[in-house]
């Protein structure tokens, strides 16, 4: 193979690479910065931009043997004989589920 032949084959591939990186740093927020009290804060997400969870599925215990594993992260909460189970792995793409547990209105973050 020639190289003129070689840059040829690998050029699209190296164009559409070049496109798919500055699409991601096109799509990347600029923060905001605010003083308050002599310490700055960054803001790089508006609010919104990271969706609740409102309405949250539970599986029972045989299922989620299945899906999660032993030494998983879980923020357990219990009203009796209620228990709930919030993933971290699952709050890690969300931060907050609002859900009710004994009648009660709770909010799990992470």
Same mark, same amino acid.
């Given at each position: 193979?020639?190289?003129? =032949? ?83 792995? =699952?709050?890690? =793409? =969300? ?16």
């Amino acid at each position: 193979m020639t190289a003129a =032949h070689y840059l040829k084959s690998i050029a699209l591939p190296i164009v559409i690479l070049l496109l798919f990186i500055n699409n991601i740093n096109a799509q990347r927020p600029t923060p905001t910065m605010t003083e308050i009290h002599g310490h700055t804060l960054y803001t790089v997400l508006k609010p919104g931009d990271i969706p609740a969870i409102f309405q949250p599925e539970f599986d029972g215990i045989d299922q989620a043997e299945k899906f999660y594993y032993a030494d998983e992260p879980l923020i357990v909460i219990t009203a009796g004989a209620e228990v709930k189970a919030y993933s971290t792995w =699952h709050l890690d =793409h =969300h931060e907050v589920v609002n859900d009710f547990i004994g009648g009660t209105a709770i909010a799990a973050t992470w």
